[in-house]
C-alpha cells in the first residue's frame, strides 16, 4: 500500500510538471501569435480525458482560451477582416455563454468587441444592442470598473451616430468620471473618451466646444509621447477647424497628417481617404473646383479598397464626388453616382435618418438644376418629413445657438424647394409642401425660445440656471457695448455662457419639450371667408439665380395654398445703394417727403438727401401680382420675409384711388403659426401700465463723430413726448389701469430695471423716446451678413433713456438693448408700444425675421408690438398714440381694431404717409 502511495504522488508530480511545460508552451505562442496553434494545445489540455481538474484549474484554462480568442479577433479587426473578427468573437461568446450563462466579464468584453464591429462596419442598430446588453449585463453584477467604462463609452459612439445626443452625452460623461477616478485626468484612457466628446459636440454643431476638447485630448497623448493615435486625433482637429471656417489653419494641419500617414505607410487605409476628402473640401470651400475634384476622387477610391463598395464611408465618398461634380457641371454618371450613394445609406442607416436625407437631397438637387421636376418631386415625397423630425428631436436637447448652426442645412433645403415651386406654381405637391415647410420653420428659433421660457418658469432649477446665465449675458452685453472691448473678457464669458446654455437645455430637453407647428389645412380652417393670409417667401430665382420674392396665399375657399412670383430683390436694394445715407432714405422715399424729417424725430438726427424719382413702384413689385387674389377679401394677415420686413405694406398703393389700409383691415404676425397656436389669455392679464417719456438725455452735446454708432451725446429733448404720456395715462385711469410713470431724469436705466423686476408684469409698457438702430448693415441682406451672430445684433437696437447725453453713470449707460430686454421676463405684458423710431429695424436674418427690439420683446413674451420703421415727427408722434389708446379703451381693450382704426383716423387728418405709415402692428 505504502509503495503504491508513493508511485500516486510521483505520477501527480509528473503530471503537474508535464501541464505546467504544456502552459509554458501556450504562452510562447501567443506571445509570437500563433493563436490557432495556442487555442489547439488549450483545447487538446482540457480534451484530455485522463486529467481531472479542479474548478480553479478549469477556471485558469478557459480563461487564457477566451483571451486567445479576444487577441485573435483584435489581430483580424487591425488587419480590416472584419467578417473573420466577427466570427471569432461569436465563437468566444457562445462558448463563454454556455459555460457561465452570460455572468462573466469574459462575455461582456467579448460583446463589447461584437459591438465595435458591428459599428465599424456601420451596423448600427445591431451594435447599439449589443452595447446595451453588455451595459445590463455590468450593472446587475454591480461592476463599475474600467470594462464598463469602455462599453459606456462606445455606447455613447453608436448612440451619435443614431442621432440620440441626450443619452450619447449621458454615457459618454459617465465613462469619463470612472476613468478619471480609476486612471487619473490624464491617462490615455481619458484621451479615448475625450475624443469621443468631441465627435458628439461636432455632431451637434458645438464646434468651438469640440476643439477645446480635442486639444486636451491631444495634450495627453503628446505628454504620454503615444504616437499610436495622435494621428486620429490630430485629422479631427483638422475638419473642427474646417468647421469653424479656419481653412489655412486646416489645410496646414491635413498637410502634416498627410505626410505622416505616407511616411509611415499608410497611404492606403481608412484614415488616409478621409484625410484625402478633407482636401477636397476645404478646396471647394477656396473655390478650386478642379483641385477637389481630384481629392473626392482619390478619396473614393482607397475607401472603396480599405472597405468595400457597400460601406457607409463608400457611399459618403460618391456623395461628396457627386456634389462637385454638379457644383463643377460635370453630369455625366452624376444620377447613378446619387443613387449608389443613398442605397449605401439607406442600408446602414435606414430610410428615416438624417444621412439619408442628406444622400436624397443631393440627388433632388441633381434633379433639380437638370429640370426632372418628376423625379425631383418623387424624392422630395420621400425626405420631407426627415429633416424637420430632426431638427425638432434635436431641439429638445440642444441650445438656441446650437440650434441656428444646425437650421443652416435646413435653410438650404428650404431655399431648394422654394426655387422648385417658383419654378412650377401649378403643382400642388410643391405648393403644398413649400407651405408647410414654411409653418414648420418661419420662427422655429423664435418658438424654441419661447417653448424653453415655459420650461423656466416650471422648473426651479431651470429657473436658477437661467438666472445665472441671464447674469453672464448681461455681462457679456456690457463687455461687447464698451468702446474698449476686453477680447479676453469677452471669450471667458461666452465660454461660461456656452457651458452652462448646454447644461440648461439638457435639463429642458428632459422634460421633453415639443415645438409645434400647423399645416396648411390647419391655418385655413381658423380663417373666415373674409380673410386671406399672405406669407412672404424669399428664395433663389430658378432662372436668374438671384434672390428673389414670392408670396403664398390661404384662403377659406381655396383648394390648396396659392404661390405667386413677385420681384428680385435688387430692384429694391441697388436703386438706391449709392445714394442712402441711412435706412430713412431707402424707406420713407417709397412714400414721399423724407425731406420732412426734422431734428425734434424721435431717432438719431440724420440728413437724407432728396432722391428724384427712379420709376420704382411698391405696388407694381407686391402688390399688382398678388392684387387679383385679393379682390374677394376684406382682412389680409401677413408674414414678411427679407427687406419686406422693412415695407410699410399698409401704405402701399393698391390703385388709382387707394392705399392697402383703404381697403383692407391689415394684421402683421411674426409667424403664422399664431393663427392655430394662440396661447394667450386675456382675461390673465392685469390692468397695469409702465409709461416712460419727457426724458431728460443730459446736456446736448454737438459733437456728431460718433454718428453712425451709437450717437452717443446726440440726442435732442422730445417736447412732445411729456404730453403724450399725460394724454395715455388721462385716458388709461379712468378705465381701471393703475399707471406708473418715469419722466425726466428719473427716466433712467436703473429705474427702469427696478420696475420692471419688482412688478408681476405691466399689462401695457408704453416708451415715447428716442429709439437708435444701426443701420449700417440695413441692406447687407448676403449669407454672410445672416450669420452674423445673434448676440451683437441684439445689441445695434436700443432705446435711449436719461442721462444718454452724458458719461456712464454707476455702471449703467442710458441705454436698453434689445439683447437686455430678451433677458427680461414680460409674459404678463399684452402690449408694448415703442413710440420711437427705427424700433422695428433690426438685422434681418432667415426665416427668422429682424433680430432687433421687436424679437427682442418676443422672445420676453409680450403679445403685441407697436413699432415703427423710420424717424417719426415728435408731435404727429403724439396725436398718432393719443388717437390709439382712447380707440383702445372704447373698442374694449381690442388691440388690433384700435390700431387700424387709428392709422385711418391719422391718415384723415395728415394724408402723407411719413407722418404715420412708419408704426406697424405686429404680433
Known amino acids: 500500500m505504502k509503495t503504491q502511495l508513493i508511485f500516486f504522488i510521483i505520477f501527480i508530480l509528473n503530471f503537474g510538471l508535464l501541464q505546467g511545460q504544456k502552459v509554458d508552451d501556450v504562452d510562447k505562442l501567443v506571445e509570437n501569435k500563433n493563436y490557432d496553434e495556442a487555442l489547439t494545445l488549450v ?42 473578427a466577427e466570427k471569432c468573437v461569436e465563437a468566444s461568446k457562445n462558448a463563454i455563454e454556455k459555460e457561465y450563462n452570460k455572468n462573466d466579464k469574459y462575455y461582456t468584453r467579448s460583446l463589447n468587441t461584437l459591438g465595435y464591429i458591428y459599428r465599424i462596419n456601420g451596423q448600427f442598430k445591431k451594435a447599439e444592442r449589443t452595447y446595451k446588453l453588455a451595459k445590463k449585463l455590468k ?130 487605409g481608412s484614415d488616409y481617404a478621409k484625410l484625402l476628402m478633407s482636401f477636397s473640401n ?80 443631393s440627388l433632388f438637387r441633381y434633379y433639380k438644376k437638370n429640370g426632372d421636376v418628376e423625379m425631383a418631386i418623387e424624392v422630395l415625397e420621400n425626405i420631407d418629413e426627415i429633416i424637420s423630425n430632426h431638427i425638432t428631436n434635436a431641439s429638445k436637447y440642444l441650445s438656441i445657438k446650437e440650434i441656428h448652426k444646425l437650421t443652416r442645412m435646413y435653410d438650404r433645403y428650404y431655399s431648394e424647394l422654394l426655387s422648385l415651386t417658383a419654378a412650377n ?70 465660454q461660461k455662457i456656452s457651458e452652462l446654455d448646454a447644461d440648461m437645455n439638457r435639463k429642458i430637453g428632459s422634460i421633453n419639450r415639443e415645438i409645434s407647428s400647423a399645416e396648411w389645412e390647419d391655418v385655413q380652417y381658423s380663417l373666415t371667408d373674409e380673410e386671406v393670409i399672405i406669407q412672404f417667401v424669399k428664395f433663389e430665382d430658378p432662372q436668374s439665380q438671384l434672390l428673389s420674392y414670392g408670396a403664398l396665399l390661404i384662403a377659406a375657399d381655396y383648394d390648396r395654398p396659392k404661390f405667386i412670383e413677385l420681384f428680385a430683390e435688387k430692384k429694391i436694394t441697388t436703386l438706391f445703394e449709392d445714394r442712402v445715407v441711412n435706412s430713412n432714405a431707402l424707406i420713407s422715399t417709397f412714400y414721399g417727403n423724407s425731406q420732412n424729417q426734422s431734428s425734434d424725430s424721435r431717432g ?63 394684421q402683421r404676425l411674426t409667424s403664422l403659426n399664431q393663427l392655430v397656436d394662440d396661447d394667450y389669455n386675456f382675461d390673465n392679464y392685469s ?64 429705474n427702469y430695471v427696478s420696475k420692471v423686476n419688482s412688478n408681476d408684469g405691466y399689462s401695457i409698457m408704453h416708451f415715447a423716446t428716442h429709439g437708435y438702430f444701426d443701420t449700417d448693415d440695413l441692406l447687407n441682406l448676403d449669407s454672410s451678413n445672416q450669420r452674423l451672430d445673434a448676440l451683437n445684433s441684439m445689441t445695434n437696437s436700443s432705446l435711449v433713456l436719461a442721462g444718454a447725453n452724458t458719461l456712464e453713470v454707476q455702471g449703467e449707460d442710458s ?44 422672445i420676453a413674451g409680450v403679445e403685441y408690438i407697436i413699432m415703427s420703421l423710420w424717424q417719426i415727427p415728435d408731435q404727429e408722434s403724439m396725436l398718432f398714440m393719443t388717437a390709439f389708446y382712447k380707440n383702445y379703451v372704447e373698442s374694449g381693450s381690442d388691440i388690433f381694431e384700435a390700431f387700424n382704426t387709428t392709422q385711418k383716423q391719422i391718415k384723415e387728418q395728415f394724408p402723407d404717409p411719413f407722418y404715420w405709415a412708419g408704426f406697424v402692428l405686429v404680433k
Request: glycine share 6%; hydrophobic share 35%.
Open 815 to 858: 441705454y436698453i438693448t434689445a439683447y437686455e430686454i430678451s433677458q427680461s421676463n414680460l409674459k404678463n405684458t399684452q402690449l408694448v408700444v415703442l413710440s420711437a423710431c427705427e424700433t422695428g429695424l433690426g438685422h434681418v436674418k432667415e426665416n427668422e425675421g429682424v433680430y432687433g427690439l421687436q424679437r427682442a420683446f418676443k
Open 139 to 268: 450593472e446587475k453584477r454591480f461592476e463599475i470598473d474600467k470594462q464598463y467604462s469602455k462599453i459606456l463609452n462606445n455606447l455613447g459612439g453608436v448612440l451619435i451616430k443614431l442621432n440620440n445626443f441626450h443619452d450619447a452625452e449621458a454615457c459618454i460623461d459617465r465613462s469619463l468620471k470612472i476613468k478619471e477616478d480609476i486612471s487619473g485626468p490624464t491617462s490615455l484612457e481619458v484621451a479615448k473618451v475625450l475624443f469621443q466628446k468631441t465627435i458628439l459636440f461636432q455632431s451637434t454643431g458645438r464646434y468651438s466646444k469640440a476643439l477645446v476638447y480635442i486639444e486636451k485630448a491631444l495634450q495627453i497623448l503628446e505628454q504620454a509621447q503615444d504616437k499610436s493615435e495622435i494621428l486620429k486625433y490630430k485629422q479631427l482637429k483638422s475638419t473642427l477647424l474646417y468647421d469653424l471656417e479656419r481653412y489655412d489653419e486646416a489645410l496646414l494641419l491635413y498637410q502634416d497628417i498627410k505626410t505622416d500617414l505616407e511616411g509611415q505607410g499608410l497611404g492606403s
Open 604 to 666: 438719431a438726427e440724420g440728413f437724407v438727401k432728396e432722391l428724384t424719382s427712379n420709376g420704382v413702384s411698391l405696388h407694381d413689385l407686391i402688390i399688382e401680382p398678388i392684387k387679383e387674389e385679393l379682390e374677394n377679401y376684406s382682412t389680409v394677415f401677413y408674414s414678411c420675409e427679407g427687406i419686406l420686413h422693412n415695407i410699410a405694406l399698409h401704405a402701399v398703393e393698391y390703385d388709382e384711388e387707394n392705399i392697402m389700409i383703404d381697403k383692407f383691415s391689415m
Open 687 to 750: 390692468k397695469t401700465s409702465l409709461l416712460v417719456g419727457d426724458v431728460d438725455y443730459g446736456t446736448l452735446i454737438t459733437d456728431t463723430s460718433m454718428r453712425g454708432s451709437r450717437n452717443r451725446g446726440g440726442w435732442s429733448t422730445l417736447q412732445w413726448t411729456k404730453s403724450e404720456i399725460k394724454n395715455i395715462s388721462e385716458i388709461l385711469e379712468p378705465s381701471g389701469f393703475s399707471i406708473d410713470m418715469l419722466s425726466a431724469s428719473a427716466a433712467n436705466e436703473e
Open 425 to 494: 406654381t401649378d403643382n400642388d405637391f410643391l405648393v403644398e409642401t413649400a407651405m408647410n415647410n414654411t409653418l414648420f420653420f418661419k420662427g422655429f428659433i423664435l418658438r424654441s425660445l419661447l417653448e424653453i421660457r415655459k420650461t423656466i418658469d416650471s422648473s426651479k432649477d431651470i429657473a436658477d440656471l437661467s438666472d445665472e446665465l441671464t447674469t453672464l449675458n448681461l455681462q457679456l452685453e456690457n463687455a461687447f457695448s464698451r468702446t474698449d472691448r476686453d477680447s479676453e473678457t469677452i471669450e471667458q464669458l461666452q
Open 282 to 361: 476645404v478646396y471647394a470651400e477656396k473655390g478650386q473646383l478642379d483641385t477637389a475634384l481630384d481629392y473626392a476622387e482619390q478619396s473614393k477610391g482607397v475607401f472603396e479598397v480599405a472597405h468595400g463598395s457597400s460601406h457607409p464611408y463608400f457611399g459618403l465618398a460618391l456623395r461628396n464626388l457627386g456634389n462637385l461634380m454638379l457644383e463643377a457641371q460635370k453630369t455625366d454618371d452624376l444620377e447613378a453616382i446619387f443613387q449608389k450613394s443613398s442605397q449605401i445609406t439607406s442600408k446602414k442607416y435606414g430610410k428615416k435618418h438624417i444621412e439619408y436625407f442628406i444622400s436624397e437631397f
Open 43 to 84: 483545447e487538446d489540455i482540457l480534451g484530455d480525458e485522463t486529467i481531472e481538474f479542479d474548478s480553479l484549474k478549469r477556471k485558469t484554462l478557459l480563461q487564457t482560451k477566451y483571451d486567445i480568442l479576444h487577441k485573435k479577433s483584435l489581430t483580424f479587426l487591425r488587419s480590416g477582416k472584419l467578417l473573420e
